[in-house]
T-cell receptor, first 114, second 114 residues
Framework: DTGVSQDPRHKITKRGQNVTFRCDPISEHNRLYWYRQTLGQGPEFLTY????????KSRLLSDRFSAERPKGSFSTLEIQRTEQGDSAMYLC????????????FGPGTRLLVL | QKEVEQDPGPLSVPEGAIVSLNCTYSNSAFQYFMWYRQYSRKGPELLMY????GNKEDGRFTAQVDKSSKYISLFIRDSQPSDSATYLC??????????????FGAGTRLAVHP
C-alpha cells in the first residue's frame, strides 16, 4: 500500500495560466475526493467521484475548475485562467467506500498564483 | 457560524504535558467524528475515528465525544516534540448508502517544546 499520491507537489504559475494536478488513489478505493485548504483553515470539500462518475461538486468549484476520473483510477483537477485567489493546497483523498468512511489523504499540491 | 468550530491556537506546552484539544459542532446530524494530524506542508493523517458518545483510546491518544453538548475532544498524554503539528477535527452526517464529504474545523496548532 503506497498511499495516495499527488503530482506535482508544488506549482507556481502566473495569473491567467492553466494548471492541472493529478491524484493517484489507493488501489481499489472506489471513492475519491478533492479538497482545498487555505492558510489557517481546514480542508474544504470540492468534488467527489464514485468510480468514474462525478457525483457532487461544491459551490466553491467555479466553471474554471474541472475534474475527471477516467476509468475510475487516477483523477485530474484542472484550473483554467488561474486567479490569485486560487492559491491554496489542493488535497486528494480516497476511501474504500464500504461501511466505515475512512478517508486517506495525499500530500497535497501547493499552488501559488502570481 | 461554521458547522465545526475549533480554537486555532497556537497551543504551546512542555514535553510530557497532557494536551487537550477541543471542537464544537452545530449540526445534530453529525454522527461520525475524526481527528487528523497535519504536519507543516503535508496532507492530513487520520489519528482517531469515533462514532457515538464516549471515549476511545489508542496509545497516548484519547478521543471523547459528548453529543449532548456537541463537544469533541482529543487528549494527548505524555506529549512529545514529534506531536507538534496542526490537529484538525472533522465530522460528517449519517447518510444511508452515500458518500461523505468531511466538514473540518480550522485546526489547532500545537507546539511541544523540550
Amino acid at each position: 500500500d503506497t498511499g495516495v499520491s499527488q503530482d506535482p507537489r508544488h506549482k507556481i504559475t502566473k495569473r491567467g495560466q492553466n494548471v492541472t494536478f493529478r491524484c493517484d488513489p489507493i488501489s481499489e478505493h472506489n471513492r475519491l475526493y478533492w479538497y482545498r485548504q487555505t492558510l489557517g483553515q481546514g480542508p474544504e470539500f470540492l468534488t467527489y467521484f464514485q468510480n468514474e462518475a462525478q457525483l457532487e461538486k461544491s459551490r466553491l468549484l467555479s466553471d474554471r475548475f474541472s475534474a475527471e476520473r477516467p476509468k475510475g483510477s487516477f483523477s485530474t483537477l484542472e484550473i483554467q485562467r488561474t486567479e490569485q485567489g486560487d492559491s491554496a493546497m489542493y488535497l486528494c483523498a480516497s476511501s474504500p467506500g464500504q461501511g466505515k468512511e475512512t478517508q486517506y489523504f495525499g500530500p497535497g499540491t501547493r499552488l501559488l498564483v502570481l | 457560524q461554521k458547522e465545526v468550530e475549533q480554537d486555532p491556537g497556537p497551543l504551546s506546552v512542555p514535553e510530557g504535558a497532557i494536551v487537550s484539544l477541543n471542537c464544537t459542532y452545530s449540526n445534530s446530524a453529525f454522527q461520525y467524528f475524526m481527528w487528523y494530524r497535519q504536519y507543516s506542508r503535508k496532507g492530513p493523517e487520520l489519528l482517531m475515528y469515533t462514532y457515538s458518545s464516549g471515549n476511545k483510546e489508542d496509545g497516548r491518544f484519547t478521543a471523547q465525544v459528548d453529543k449532548s453538548s456537541k463537544y469533541i475532544s482529543l487528549f494527548i498524554r505524555d506529549s512529545q516534540p514529534s506531536d507538534s503539528a496542526t490537529y484538525l477535527c472533522a465530522s460528517y452526517p449519517l447518510r444511508s448508502g452515500g458518500y461523505n464529504k468531511l466538514i473540518f474545523g480550522a485546526g489547532t496548532r500545537l507546539a511541544v517544546h523540550p
